[in-house]
């Protein structure tokens, strides 16, 4: 029962492609092991009503057996599925709080400040913001280029007075791993990436 | 609090809001009022008569989101702006996340109402942009909706907004493919001067395996796929002039796509004056004429214009 979890951890963000799958999936790896990702290309047509039933299904039917940590992904917005989980999931448990995932650009902030007003009216605690997709090594002469800008998610997060978690560089062989399914964290574990998301776990229990 | 039941038969079943599973549900009324289907609703000819004035209307899409969806709407709004003989309209229906009015450089407008319905914000003489950006007090404020709210905003912006003559309108919208985009489609499924869908997307397989959802959602529904973007294609190191690749692009993905007869429009390559740009309002056809990058998006706009016009002709 979702009731016994541990831990319940929201990954929001009000913008697509910021990176929430990818965090939400290292989060999970670097908590503990396990994931996996599968895709069909058929899209699913639904409205509202019939996303929330899914939702609902989801948080209630689903035997997770005993676990620590529920890490849940969510898509881009402050629409149905948001609010679907958190009334479902205030039903049986609040959640301890909601990661926030941002890149540096102030069109991505834009969108977070939008997703930290929703979990102030729906009274979710806000574990921090991560700043992803912050800077690029070139492989060529290790140039480091901000791409989306620097520094939004930390001034994001002195604005709106909530925990900086960390900076995660844009780094080509999570993408892939990301692609293929491939444990990152594990196989890479000696990148400064993967030990950026192992503080950042750390430091989302850590006052 | 509003349950769905757990045996929902989905808005737009014939048994929306009549199957057994409705019963008690919150949204059972307008589910069987009928307003969610796709049947006779006077506003869909409405709409089709206000937006007669417009030669193409475009819409842009993507599965997956952050794949430069609004980059790729601005651009293009400013680049077929840039003939100053045309009128172009840009409308913004991400209603949770609206980008639009950051990156056309008119945050904190304010919509005005008319006789003839809302007034546009102008970017320029002939570029005029719609957001629901536009009708929030704050930069803090979320628009926190489900489904039937939201569409009542996109009937309100196809059918109020006083666009005037318009050569392009083209149509941002959220990612995926649900409320925002069934709305879309039925209210504009008289609209002849409907083009169709620009497919906007990253290289990489995670991207490219939404792109097929996307296609095969447009298929279902009927609507035309024009083309599409690839976006962030390759990294030009501003520093040693060497290219990198940081979204591994699927080769077999994008051939998959070429073999179903999508054409690729272009690619854009990834470059930070693109991001600064959309962050800072900044109009790069006319400040940043000389990049590679804005000759390559002029490209995919030139051929696009063709594209259109071929359209018009048949």
Not at chain 1, 14 to 32: D, F, I, N, P
Not at chain 1, 182 to 204: P, V, Y
């Amino acid at each position: 029962m979702i009731s016994d979890v541990k831990h319940v951890v929201l990954v929001l963000s009000g913008k697509g492609g910021v990176g929430k799958s990818t965090v939400a999936v290292q989060l999970a790896l670097a908590l503990t092991h396990g994931g996996n990702y599968k895709g069909k290309d058929s899209a699913v047509i639904w409205r509202g009503p019939k996303k929330n039933a899914m939702i609902r299904q989801f948080l209630t039917d689903v035997n997770w057996g005993e676990l620590d940590y529920l890490i849940v992904d969510t898509p881009p917005g402050t629409s149905d599925e948001h609010i679907s989980v958190v009334e479902c999931l205030k039903e049986f448990r609040n959640p301890d709080g909601a990661v926030l995932v941002t890149t540096p650009q102030a069109l991505s902030i834009g969108d977070v400040r939008r997703e930290i007003t929703f979990c102030r009216k729906g009274n979710i605690n806000i574990l921090g913001v991560v700043e992803n997709m912050s800077g690029y090594v070139c492989p060529h002469c290790s140039d480091c280029t901000n791409i989306f800008s620097t520094g939004g998610g930390e001034s994001l997060a002195k604005y709106a007075n909530i925990k900086f978690l960390g900076r995660i560089p844009i780094d080509t062989q999570l993408g892939e791993c990301t692609d293929d399914g491939i444990d990152f964290i594990h196989n890479f574990k000696n990148s400064e990436t993967a030990q950026r998301f192992d503080s950042l776990a750390k430091n989302l229990f850590n006052e | 609090m509003e349950v769905p039941p757990e045996h929902c038969p989905g808005v737009e079943s014939a048994d929306a809001g009549k199957a057994d599973a409705c019963a008690g549900c919150p949204n059972r009324g307008i589910c069987s009022s009928g307003d969610l289907q796709t049947g006779p609703d006077p506003k869909v000819a409405e709409i089709a008569a206000k937006l007669m004035n417009v030669k193409h209307i475009v819409l842009v899409m993507s599965g997956k989101g952050g794949v430069g969806k609004s980059t790729v709407s601005s651009l293009l709004a400013r680049y077929l702006a840039t003939d100053k003989t045309v009128n172009v309209g840009l409308l913004d229906v991400d209603i949770c996340g609206p980008s639009i009015p950051k990156t056309m450089g008119v945050e904190g407008e304010e919509v005005h109402q008319s006789m003839s319905g809302w007034s546009p914000i102008y970017v320029s003489d002939n570029l005029s942009v719609m957001s629901c950006g536009f009708l929030l007090s704050s930069a803090d404020d979320a628009v926190i909706w489900r489904g039937p709210k939201k569409n009542t905003i996109i009937k309100q912006f196809l059918a109020d907004v006083d666009w005037d003559r318009l050569d392009y309108l083209v149509v941002d919208t959220p990612p995926g493919t649900s409320d925002e985009h069934l709305s879309l489609v039925s209210y504009l499924k008289q609209c002849s001067n409907l083009r169709g869908v620009i497919i906007v997307t990253t290289p990489q397989e995670i991207a490219l395996m939404d792109v097929r959802k996307q296609i095969d959602f447009c298929r279902r529904v009927g609507l035309n796929v024009l083309g599409v973007v690839e976006n962030m294609t390759a990294f030009l190191c501003p520093n040693c002039h060497k290219e990198s690749t940081i979204f591994k692009p699927s080769v077999d993905g994008m051939n998959q796509l070429l073999e179903k007869g999508i054409p690729l429009l272009g690619r854009i390559p990834l470059d930070p004056m693109i991001g600064k740009a959309c962050d800072e309002a900044i109009d790069v056809f006319e400040n940043n004429k000389d990049s590679k990058t804005i000759t390559a998006f002029e490209a995919i706009g030139h051929h696009l214009v063709k594209v259109l016009n071929d359209l018009n002709h048949e």
